[in-house]
């Protein structure tokens, strides 16, 4: 019998394991979540303990908007025993912004490695840590709080954790805003509805076609109008992004992404419009040269003004359709925007008002009942309806709801940082799917990891959930390293 010699059977052996590769096709994160018992992904689904009503519900989001959604959550009188584990993808964020640089695979692939956080056990204390812990809780159901993430990736979710052999239920936010929508409406009523949303899911197509499903589902179809509105900046605003806001400017920046006067599209300030924008010029909220008559490299630069420039968008949008009827619902399709839905109240209310040399521009359009609609009490309302039917809802808690937040992963040479520690814009929209590596870490929330305005926010807008981020940061052994200096505390 000949003997291959020990070098040529090596690279024997590496070629046929390259063909085969090349045959199963690229890797994909459901494969290494799945199969690789290997890969930092994986999850063991053989052993994973379902039917167990003491484990917690998972809830993710881009960002700290999903926050919004888990407010309406535990304030349901069913789900008041329950526990949470909350992940905020802020590294990623926006998720809106991937259809928008047509990097939809990099977005499905982000959404995966949130629900693998959520069914898994590791988790990172800080970004700098040498090793994973693996004390983490898996969750007995999913909450998809985030408009793009489900309108892109709940099917491939589901269809994920089918081929799993894993019966974990999954309710996204879309079906529940389009719900939502027509409570305003009597039978037979006709009129507008109006989606605020993300540029990803207004790509995604995925509100117009759910609410035509939901008006067609009494057995006669009104006429109603759709409008979308590309709330670009506001989510980003909200989490204090760089690409959208600077407190500190005081002149136009070169990282801004936002509206402008020489942008196209979603992205033009028009200054035609001036006037009926109404934006506060005080203390930086709107970076500009020239004087304010007669501004030039227009850059919006606070939440608010963000807000007055896309309700007015939305407005003209309407104004110029030929036939459109009075806006009835306005759906706040992005898990952020409910934390201003006063601020949106006020725009719509303002711009009814408003009038231009005696006449009322917009007043016929906008329905003197008008609603804004949170998706957020309906998804509450599907997920205790479906604890129940499993027989999951938890009788005897004893877990403290637990918090996490995405940050980039420093000590990965891929990753291309700014100055801040945040990726830059092109690197965080323009690598490709099908590298499974670690770009971020997932660690606890800490007064390091979420920056003070937002805590102060939170503080102010979902107290109820902010009591649980210190109670989480004060009594968890899992945040038992961190100093009082990095705790959140109660204000």
Same mark, same amino acid.
């Given at each position: 019998m000949k003997i291959i010699p020990i070098r040529k059977f090596a690279l024997i052996t590496g070629l046929l394991l390259l063909?085969?590769?090349?045959?199963?096709?690229?890797?994909?994160?459901? /494969?290494?979540?799945?199969?690789?018992?290997? +890969?930092?992904?994986?999850?063991?689904?053989? /052993?994973?303990?379902?039917?167990?009503?003491?484990?917690? =519900?998972?809830?993710?989001?881009?960002?700290?908007?999903?926050?919004?959604?888990?407010?309406?959550?535990?304030?349901?009188?069913?789900?008041?025993?329950?526990?949470?584990?909350?992940?905020?993808?802020?590294? /990623?964020?926006p998720y809106g912004n991937y259809a928008l640089e047509n990097n939809i695979a990099l977005l499905i692939e982000h959404v995966m490695k949130d629900v693998q956080f959520l069914l898994g056990n590791k988790y990172y204390r800080t970004a700098a840590s040498r090793r994973y812990q693996t004390d983490k809780s898996p969750v007995k159901a999913i909450v998809v709080a985030c408009n793009t993430a489900t309108a892109?990736?709940?099917?491939?979710?589901?269809?994920?954790?089918? !081929?799993?052999?894993?019966? =974990?239920?999954?309710? &996204?936010?879309?079906?529940?805003?389009? !719900?939502?929508?027509?409570?305003?409406?009597?039978?037979?009523? /006709?009129?507008?509805?109006?989606?605020?949303?993300?540029?990803? #899911?207004? %790509? +995604?197509?995925?509100?117009?076609?759910?609410?035509? %499903?939901?008006?067609?589902?009494?057995?006669?179809?009104e006429t109603i109008n759709v409008f979308q509105q590309a709330g670009i900046g506001i989510a980003e605003a909200i989490d204090e992004s760089a690409d959208a806001i600077d407190r500190s400017a005081t002149v136009p920046r070169s990282e801004y992404r936002g509206p402008s006067d020489t942008g196209t599209g979603e992205l033009k300030i028009d200054l035609a419009l001036w006037s009926r924008y109404n934006f506060d010029l005080a203390n930086g909220a709107v970076l500009f040269e020239g004087g304010a008559s007669s501004p030039h490299n227009v850059q919006i630069n606070s939440v608010e003004n963000y807000i007055a420039f896309h309700v007015v968008s939305l407005m003209?949008? =309407?104004?110029?359709?030929? &036939?459109?009827?009075?806006?009835?619902?306005?759906?706040?399709?992005?898990?952020?925007?409910?934390?201003?839905?006063? #601020?949106?109240?006020?725009e719509f209310n303002r711009l009814r008002d408003y009038t231009e040399n005696g006449e009322f521009i917009y007043r016929s359009l906008i329905a003197e009942d008008m609603i804004i609609v949170n998706p957020a009490s309906v998804v509450a309302d599907q997920l205790c309806s479906h604890l129940s039917e499993k027989g999951l809802l938890n009788s005897s808690p004893d877990r403290v709801s637990e918090f996490y937040i995405s940050v980039p992963n420093a000590p990965n040479k891929?990753?291309?940082?700014?100055?801040?520690?945040?990726?830059?814009?092109?690197?965080?929209?323009?690598?490709?799917?099908?590298?499974?590596? !670690?770009?971020?870490?997932?660690?606890?929330? +800490?007064?390091?990891?979420?920056?003070?305005? =937002?805590? #102060?926010?939170? +503080?102010?807008?979902?107290?109820?959930?902010?009591?649980?981020?210190?109670?989480?940061?004060?009594?968890?052994?899992?945040?038992?390293?961190?100093?009082?200096? %990095?705790?959140?505390?109660?204000?």
């Open positions: 063909l085969v590769i090349s045959c199963i096709g690229p890797a994909t994160i459901s /494969n290494a979540i799945k199969d690789d018992k290997r +890969s930092f992904y994986y999850v063991d689904f053989e /052993n994973y303990p379902d039917g167990n009503c003491t484990l917690p =519900i998972g809830v993710f989001d881009s960002g700290t908007g999903g926050l919004s959604v888990l407010a309406d959550i535990i304030e349901h009188e069913g789900l008041t025993k329950e526990s949470y584990i909350f992940l905020g993808d802020l590294a /990623n964020m892109y990736a709940l099917d491939t979710i589901k269809t994920f954790l089918a !081929e799993a052999g894993s019966d =974990i239920g999954v309710i &996204g936010v879309i079906d529940a805003g389009a !719900e939502g929508a027509f409570a305003n409406f009597s039978p037979g009523e /006709n009129g507008s509805i109006a989606v605020m949303a993300t540029d990803g #899911t207004v %790509k +995604s197509g995925a509100y117009p076609e759910t609410l035509h %499903k939901v008006n067609r589902a009494d057995g006669q179809e003209e949008k =309407i104004r110029n359709t030929p &036939g459109a009827l009075p806006l009835n619902s306005v759906v706040m399709a992005c898990t952020h925007y409910p934390f201003f839905e006063e #601020t949106f109240r006020n891929n990753v291309e940082l700014r100055d801040d520690w945040t990726f830059t814009y092109e690197y965080k929209y323009g690598r490709s799917a099908g590298e499974i590596q !670690e770009y971020v870490r997932v660690v606890p929330f +800490s007064r390091s990891t979420i920056p003070g305005d =937002i805590l #102060t926010r939170l +503080s102010h807008q979902v107290p109820a959930i902010y009591d649980m981020m210190v109670s989480f940061n004060r009594d968890n052994p899992k945040t038992e390293y961190l100093t009082s200096e %990095k705790r959140i505390v109660m204000d």
